[in-house]
């Protein structure tokens, strides 16, 4: 079958009719019409019902638009990213820790999109250990992540973007005491003990004897803010000089550790990866902040 037939399909549909989709594509109706019944015939089936005066899609026929619409889309995306004029078009597929996405990621993409406007990028969100275990697989180009836990495998590069301290984050009414005694007095919001932060956070509490009251655990930085905002607890977290003013006003912060812990963010990708030079860019862009 040829991709014409499937970007005949598509018009039909996105048209409204055969001989609207023929008007647009510069083909007669006729011709319209032959084109859907050879596909029709190599796929064995019917792809349109009569319904009145009009073909409409059967059961089979979204079946195989949706389908359609997926080749189409890989067809007009098989040059992208190739060749050294490549590494800036096509699509960069990056993870980033929520921390990330809402501090300075959006305006190193900004940047990105002024320099490079054929370029698009995915951004997709998890915890650090999820994000590198994709970078991994293959599934992801890049990650924007804590550093990891363990040493880095020779196949793959680590670069450290920014150190983050850790602070007891409490509601603003809170007096502010010692790290110890707020997480010995009040409530404790955990996170997650997979996330690589909330193993740091709970070794340094193991470290000092801090056995805090846990009322609730949570993957979410965004859910555990909410969290102290309701005044149902305080939480430990890493924040960075782009967020820290912002979090300032809104509640009660502490240096969390004796001495204070911090923890790395940065890039972690394989050292093969086919998009280097961008995110080389990308590492750039960053320090530039």
């Avoid at 059961?59 to 040059?79: F, M, N, P, S």
């Avoid at 992801?140 to 602070?167: G, K, R, S």
């Avoid at 859910?223 to 309701?230: D, F, H, I, R, Y």
């Avoid at 912060?253 to 204070?260: I, S």
């Amino acid at each position: 079958m040829s991709v014409k037939a499937l970007k005949t399909l598509c018009a039909i549909v996105q048209q409204g009719s055969f001989a609207a989709a023929g008007d647009k594509l510069g083909l007669t109706q006729a011709a319209v019409s032959i084109q859907i019944r050879q596909l029709e015939e190599q796929l064995g089936t019917r792809l349109f019902d009569r319904v009145g005066r009009n073909q409409v899609l059967n059961h089979d026929g979204r079946k195989v638009l949706e389908r359609a619409e997926q080749i189409l889309t890989l067809y007009d995306q098989l040059g992208d990213g190739l060749g050294a004029a490549g590494q800036f078009n096509g699509e960069l597929l990056l993870g980033a820790v929520f921390s990330v996405q809402t501090g300075v990621l959006g305006p190193v993409l900004a940047r990105l999109r002024d320099r490079y406007p054929l370029l698009k990028i995915k951004v997709l969100r998890g915890m650090s250990i999820d994000l590198a275990q994709r970078v991994e697989s293959g599934e992801l180009d890049a990650v924007l992540i804590t550093e990891p836990q363990h040493n880095i495998p020779p196949d793959y590069e680590w670069a450290t973007l920014d150190c983050e301290p850790f602070y007891v984050v409490a509601h603003k009414d809170i007096p502010v005491q010692s790290d110890a005694e707020m997480l010995r007095r009040y409530p404790f919001i955990r996170l997650d003990p997979r996330a690589w932060a909330g193993s740091m956070i709970d070794s340094e509490l193991r470290r000092r004897g801090i056995a805090p009251d846990e009322m609730m655990e949570l993957d979410s930085l965004q859910a555990a803010l909410m969290m102290v905002e309701q005044k149902l607890g305080l939480t430990i977290m890493a924040v960075g000089n782009h967020r820290l003013e912002y979090l300032r006003e809104r509640f009660c912060l502490v240096p969390f550790g004796d001495p204070v812990i911090h923890r790395n963010v940065g890039l972690y990708q394989r050292r093969d990866h086919g998009r280097k030079a961008l995110a080389q860019v990308l590492i750039d862009e960053f320090l530039k902040l």
